[in-house]
Structures are given as C-alpha cells and as structure tokens.
C-alpha cells in the first residue's frame, strides 16, 4: 500500500523535576545539600531514511512521544536524560504546521535530520543553588514542558524523470522495461492509483530514477480526480518524458491529448511547465511500416513544434535513445537543478 499523506501528533519530553535532599551519613553531622538535577526530556528528530518509501507507517500510528527525563535524586545523583525519538520519513516528505499551513520543514535528501520539537531541560536540585551565603538551600526546579506540535506530512517522490501521458499512454509498459519495477499493467485506463518509481542503469555507471506518474484528466490541476496528489510528485522531477499514444484507444487526438496534459501542468504550476521535457510517441509497433511512423511523426511535429522519440515498450524500439536523450537533459541541467539533488 502506498501513501503519501498522513496527520500525526508529536511531542518531546518533560524535562526532569530537580531534587531537593541533604547529606546524611554516619559520622558527619551536618552533611550539605546534595540533590541532584533532572536530565533532559527526549526530542523528536525528523530523519529522511532512503530505505522508507512511503507514509505507510503513520497510518495506524498518529501520536509520536519522547520520553521524559529522569528526576534528579539525592547524594548528587542527576537524572537521565531521555533518548531522542527518531521518526522515519522517506526522503521528498514535506512537513507542514497542521494549524496554520505553514512549511515547517523539507526533507529533499536522504540523511537529513531536524529536530522538530526539543525536549524540555532537566530542572535544578537544590545543591545547583548553595553558596557562601545560602549553604543549605531547600529550593529545587521543575522541568521544563515538551513541546507538542500537530503537523501534515505529504510526500513528494524525488526522481529524475516524471513520466507523464492519459491513462493507457504506455508509462507503466515503459517502466517495467527499462527498470526492475513491476508496477500494474492491463488495458483499461487507471491501472496504476499510485506513484511506482523505478531505476534505469544505462551503463557506464550511468542511473535514472524514473517515476510513472497516474494518468492524468482535464481539471486536474483544480483538484478533479486525484489531480492534486498526482502532479504533486511530478514537481519533485528534473526531466518530464510526454508519452504521446500513436493511435489511442479511444479515438482521442494524441495532439489534443498533449495540449490537454499541457494545460494542466501550466494550470498546477508554471515553473511545472518549465521543465526541460523529452517527447515520445509510444506503441509504434502499432504502426505497420517505418513511413507510417515517420509520417506520424511528422504530423505531431508539425502541431507542437517538437519532433517525438519514437518508442516501443514491447519491441524496445527506441528505449536506449529515449533514456539517452532524458540523461542529456539532466545533464544539461545540471546548473540549475533543484537543491534535493546532490552533487
């Protein structure tokens, strides 16, 4: 089961309360104070673990709590301080402030740590505050509080390329091609409900992180379907490949069918639209000869202005040429590419 969003409730811990207690021990009359302090509550530290890949873990669990410190104790005895809890998040999690919307955090790179609510400090015991002047003091501090925070975790998958086309363009067919995923395929529209990374090795020590992106509908960018939750993990991609149908199921127009994901893009998000994209005419094999392929090549160029790859997910007509030509455009972007990315 996939999920990429979830709502949970974390605190950190009490710090623990300072003891008041005095020397007593045979021999020695009049011991001095010698309460110990209380050790610090636990934190909750945020943490983006390559080996999580979805949000799974906090469907059955909401409440994430640290344990408090330990009170301080006589004969100088301080308190332990609490272990942290770390809370495991796939990399790509975004964690928002329930209350208020606000992004309080973006986990883009594997490794990252931030601690989201600190732990509350230990209080004093009362040999903290004897000096010259008060030598027996009897006053001791509490610990201080935890912090409790409510917050919205959404998950964007961090890959290289997006692949993006209607239901039934061929993304999941391409996908178990060129990578060792095995994400669902039949031939209705709609198999694929949810996100299926994959890795591409093309050699030379050369790898991509391909993402299949659920089909997408008109309106999606005003939240039609599941429009939201889809295009939200496209943002995470460097490189858009548009699997164009050449000759789609329905009978639709495979131009009107780019223009149509087109303006969802744009309408989602016009840095979206912006990035670098490779074009590919999917299921040539259809097709009975190569003049018909270039034919119809010719017909989407003239339309949009870019001449399709042509592609065959069953033949692997064209595969190694459309990897190639999405490893270019990383590369060339590689001045400019998002911050989770890493050198």
Request: aromatic fraction near 4%.
């Amino acid at each position: 089961m996939f999920l990429d969003s979830a709502h949970i409730q974390v605190r950190s811990g009490k710090g623990g309360d300072g003891c008041v207690s005095f020397r007593r021990q045979k021999y020695i009359p009049k011991g001095g104070p010698d309460g110990g302090n209380g050790g610090d509550g636990g934190s909750v530290v945020l943490v983006a673990d390559g080996n999580v890949e979805t949000l799974l873990d906090f469907a059955g669990r909401h409440h994430w709590r640290a344990d408090d410190g330990e009170p301080g104790r006589g004969k100088q005895q301080w308190g332990a301080k609490a272990d942290d809890l770390e809370v495991l998040l796939p990399p790509g999690t975004q964690v928002f402030d329930d209350d208020t919307g606000d992004l309080l955090i973006d986990l883009a790179r594997s490794g990252q740590r931030v601690v989201i609510a600190e732990g509350g400090r230990g209080g004093f015991g009362n040999e903290h505050f004897k000096n010259a002047v008060n030598q027996t003091p009897r006053e001791a501090t509490p610990g201080e509080p935890g912090t409790e925070l409510s917050l919205r975790l959404e998950l964007k998958l961090v890959a290289d390329v997006g692949l993006l086309g209607k239901p039934n363009a061929g993304k999941s067919t391409l996908l178990s091609a060129v990578s060792a995923a095995r994400p669902r395929i039949a031939d209705y529209p709609f198999t694929t409900l949810i996100p299926q990374p994959g890795v591409a090795d093309l050699g030379d020590g050369r790898r991509l992180v391909l993402c299949d992106i659920p089909g997408l509908i008109e309106g999606a960018a005003d939240g039609a379907g599941l429009g939201h939750r889809f295009l939200r993990h496209v943002e995470r991609t460097a490189v858009l490949v548009h699997l164009l149908e050449v000759e789609p199921a329905d009978g639709s127009d495979p131009v009107a069918n780019y223009r149509a994901i087109r303006a969802e893009l744009e309408g989602y998000s016009p840095a979206l639209a912006e990035k670098p994209e490779v074009v590919a005419l999917s299921k040539v094999d259809l097709l009975g000869t190569e003049d018909d392929i270039t034919a119809a090549q010719d017909m989407v160029e003239e339309a949009i202005g870019v001449r399709p790859l042509p592609i065959s997910s069953a033949t692997r007509q064209g595969l190694d040429e459309l990897l190639d030509a999405c490893w270019g455009k990383l590369e060339a972007g590689k001045g400019v590419r998002e911050p989770w990315k890493t050198a």
